[in-house]
Structure formats: C-alpha cells, structure tokens
C-alpha cells in the first residue's frame, strides 16, 4: 500500500493499481487461509483494516483514473473507472465503521477519507445531494477528533470548496451557479485561514488551495459581469 502511494503521488498508476491489487489480494489470501478464530483476534482485525485500507486506495486510484479518462472524452473508459470504484469504497467503509472504535487513534481518520472518496464518486455520477451529505459528514467526524487548527480540517475545507465549484459550474441557473461560488470561496478561505496556521504562508497545500480560490473569484467577476 505505502509503495503504491508513492507511485500514485508520481502519477505512475499503472504501478500504484498494481501495487494496491497485490496488497489486496495478499490481505485476502491471509484471511482465507486462517480459522475465524484467528480472524476475529486482534490480529486478523488489523488484517481486516489493511484489506479496507487496500480497497479504499484502489477505489480511490479508479476514480483518479476516471477523472483523466472524461477530460480526455474516453466515456467508456470513464464509466469503467467510476463503477469500478463505487463497491470497492463501499465494502471498505462498511469493514471501518464495524471495527474501528470511536476513539482508536491509529485508524481515526480511515473513515473521513473514506467519506471524502464516496463523496467524489458521487460527484462523477453529479449526484450532488448524496455528494454534500458525505463531504459534510467527513468534515464533522474530523472536528470531533481534531483541534480547532488542523490540517485535516483545511483538507475537508478544501474538498468542501471543490464540491461546490464543481456543483457550480454544472448548474444552469445563474443565481444558483453564483450562489455556489460564493460557497466553494468561503470554503477555500477557511481552508486557507486554517492552513496558514498549521503551515505557514509557504506549503505546497495552500498554494492549491489559493489556486482553486482564484479560479472560483474568476467565475464570479464573470457571474457578476
């Protein structure tokens, strides 16, 4: 999974999807080859979150892939992608919310990521409701595990803000497209607000955000014009 990251970070998805299947398939070989006593020790639970850790990754890496397959207008590949993501999240976040206490530090965040990555799946399918319930509820479980000034926080801020612009720019009422903006901006800006507390004025994380925040004043200066 760590080495698959990497690739993914490096764009390199061939390797990183192949690096995730591997871990998989390992995660479920060990399963299938113990007792459900041994399944059910402590054990077999880490084992059993390595797999939904496995399964939320190579959902995730679908769904990047997804994104670059409509910008180039491959729908069918899109399409491939996106359906091939939406069991794989969900059967990790089923796993997660059956094992992982309310206050295992180790595993705190699994779930929010989790969310976030349903999140986007809906948002490819532009389901928007089912989208924003999940990004918000992604946000309220890091709030109650994480301080005021977090980078977790900034992060779901941010994915928050994305939601939004991209809501915006699918609707085809001018009000409601505006309105939007205005949202997906003070999202960024308190993404902003919180990364500069944790980082400082020079992060890699705020200057995406900064960017994201400029293209959606953009939009509304074009809204208002």
Same mark, same amino acid.
């Given at each position: 999974?760590?080495?698959?990251?990497?690739?993914?970070?490096?764009?390199?998805?061939?390797?990183?999807?192949?690096?995730?299947?591997?871990?998989?398939?390992?995660?479920?070989?060990?399963?299938?080859? +113990?007792?459900?006593?041994?399944?059910?020790?402590?054990?077999?639970?880490?084992?059993?979150?390595?797999?939904?850790?496995?399964?939320?990754?190579?959902?995730?890496?679908?769904?990047?892939?997804?994104?670059?397959?409509?910008?180039?207008?491959?729908?069918?590949?899109?399409?491939? +992608?996106?359906?091939?993501?939406?069991?794989?999240?969900?059967?990790?976040?089923?796993?997660?919310?059956?094992?992982?206490?309310?206050?295992?530090?180790?595993?705190?965040?699994?779930?929010?990521?989790?969310?976030?990555?349903?999140?986007?799946?809906?948002?490819?399918?532009?389901?928007?409701?089912?989208?924003?319930?999940?990004?918000?509820?992604?946000?309220?479980?890091?709030?109650?595990?994480?301080?005021?000034?977090?980078?977790?926080?900034?992060?779901?801020?941010?994915?928050?803000?994305?939601?939004?612009?991209?809501?915006?720019?699918?609707? +085809?009422?001018?009000?409601?497209?505006?309105?939007?903006?205005?949202?997906?901006?003070?999202?960024?800006?308190?993404?902003?607000?919180?990364?500069?507390?944790? +980082?400082?004025?020079?992060?890699?994380?705020?200057?995406?955000?900064?960017?994201?925040?400029?293209?959606?004043?953009?939009?509304?200066?074009?809204?208002?014009?």
């Amino acid at each position: 999974n760590a080495l698959a990251h990497i690739s993914l970070l490096n764009k390199d998805y061939d390797n990183a999807e192949s690096l995730y299947q591997k871990a998989l398939e390992g995660g479920e070989q060990w399963l299938s080859e +113990h007792s459900s006593n041994v399944v059910n020790s402590d054990e077999g639970t880490e084992v059993l979150l390595n797999v939904a850790q496995s399964k939320d990754d190579l959902g995730y890496l679908n769904l990047c892939l997804a994104q670059i397959k409509s910008e180039l207008g491959d729908n069918d590949s899109f399409q491939d +992608h996106r359906n091939k993501a939406e069991p794989l999240l969900n059967q990790a976040l089923e796993t997660r919310e059956k094992l992982i206490k309310e206050n295992d530090r180790d595993y705190q965040d699994d779930i929010p990521r989790n969310l976030d990555h349903l999140a986007m799946f809906h948002c490819l399918k532009e389901q928007w409701s089912q989208a924003e319930k999940l990004y918000h509820e992604a946000l309220e479980k890091r709030k109650s595990f994480c301080e005021e000034a977090h980078p977790l926080l900034a992060e779901s801020y941010h994915n928050i803000g994305v939601y939004y612009f991209e809501f915006a720019s699918y609707c +085809h009422n001018e009000e409601k497209a505006k309105e939007k903006y205005e949202e997906a901006k003070r999202r960024y800006m308190e993404s902003r607000k919180i990364g500069k507390e944790v +980082h400082g004025k020079m992060h890699i994380n705020i200057a995406k955000t900064l960017y994201e925040l400029a293209k959606t004043c953009v939009m509304l200066c074009q809204s208002v014009a």
